[in-house]
């Protein structure tokens, strides 16, 4: 099958040294279903990454002459730096289990629409958690709009458009029919706008989810498979009512978001995004579950699967 696989933030690090430690394990599970026979394009988030560029350029540029780095080039570095882990370490354990593919990883714009509401409604977490004094704090000292991220503490939100497309899909299409594996749209690919013809980048961040959805869909994908830390989409979460999903379909879906079962910035954006995916290519499927256990969900025994 050809599956576009969108990998949560469980799979990475929050720092450049973390992410090399962890993207190890990350590709083992990658490339047990490379080994099956599976095609594989591979998108992931960049919320602590990104955060954590921009913190650096913004506390060089205290203390020197550094330049100030705008959000869209931080997406790009994040992407750039991500991808080369991820790429190292796949080719490595390919290299291991002496299975002959190339990895490459595409810098990626995405085009949004300049006037997405979401301008208007700053919504995805990026960088790192503070308290609430530190965040009311930056609030006042920076104009950073926080919010309290899912009883995890709080983190800096930014505008969070819908992507229209992705700019460089023929050439992770042309990559992906050669048999090669696609990094692409890395921390939901740097969000830019179309004026007069022309592409600019534009501060946001994408939703990872979404824009995989997105590359699923003009790929022609066979499944869209979200990756994060979790076995199963549960109901009632964290609560003694907690109950796994196994299989359900969009309008129960939906049902289920009207009633708040999903929390915005963690699961919501997830379920929204496999919808969206079934939705645009009947008779497809959408699936969601742990990387831990991601061959497992393939052969249906975890994970949760949306159908039409």
Do not use: W
């Amino acid at each position: 099958m050809k599956i576009v696989i969108a990998l949560g933030g469980n799979a990475l690090g929050n720092t450049p040294l973390e992410q090399r430690n962890l993207v190890k394990e990350t590709a083992g599970n990658i490339v047990d279903l490379i080994a099956e026979g599976h095609q594989l394009i591979i998108a992931h988030g960049n919320g602590p990454q990104v955060g954590m560029i921009n913190n650096a350029f913004e506390a060089a540029q205290a203390t020197s002459s550094a330049p100030a780095m705008p959000f869209p080039e931080c997406g790009a570095m994040s992407q750039g730096y991500i991808g080369f882990h991820l790429q190292n370490a796949i080719q490595n354990e390919l290299a291991s289990r002496k299975i002959k593919k190339d990895v490459a990883t595409i810098i990626t714009q995405v085009e949004v629409d300049k006037n997405d509401p979401a301008f208007d409604q700053p919504s995805k977490p990026v960088g790192p958690f503070y308290n609430e004094t530190e965040s009311k704090q930056l609030e006042k000292e920076k104009g950073y709009v926080m919010i309290e991220d899912s009883g995890r503490g709080y983190r800096r939100v930014v505008a969070s458009p819908k992507p229209k497309q992705v700019v460089e899909i023929n050439t992770v299409e042309s990559l992906v029919n050669q048999g090669n594996i696609v990094i692409t749209v890395g921390g939901g690919g740097i969000p830019v706008i179309k004026e007069n013809g022309f592409y600019e980048g534009i501060p946001a961040v994408i939703d990872k989810d979404f824009a995989s959805a997105k590359v699923a869909d003009q790929l022609n994908a066979d499944m869209f498979f979200v990756l994060t830390a979790v076995d199963r989409v549960m109901l009632n979460f964290n609560t003694p009512e907690q109950k796994a999903l196994e299989q359900i379909t969009v309008d129960e879906a939906r049902d289920l978001i009207k009633e708040g079962h999903f929390a915005p910035g963690s699961m919501l954006p997830k379920v929204e995004a496999a919808i969206s995916f079934v939705e645009n290519n009947p008779g497809r499927t959408s699936l969601i579950a742990s990387l831990e256990k991601a061959k497992e969900a393939i052969a249906g025994t975890s994970g949760t699967k949306i159908k039409a």
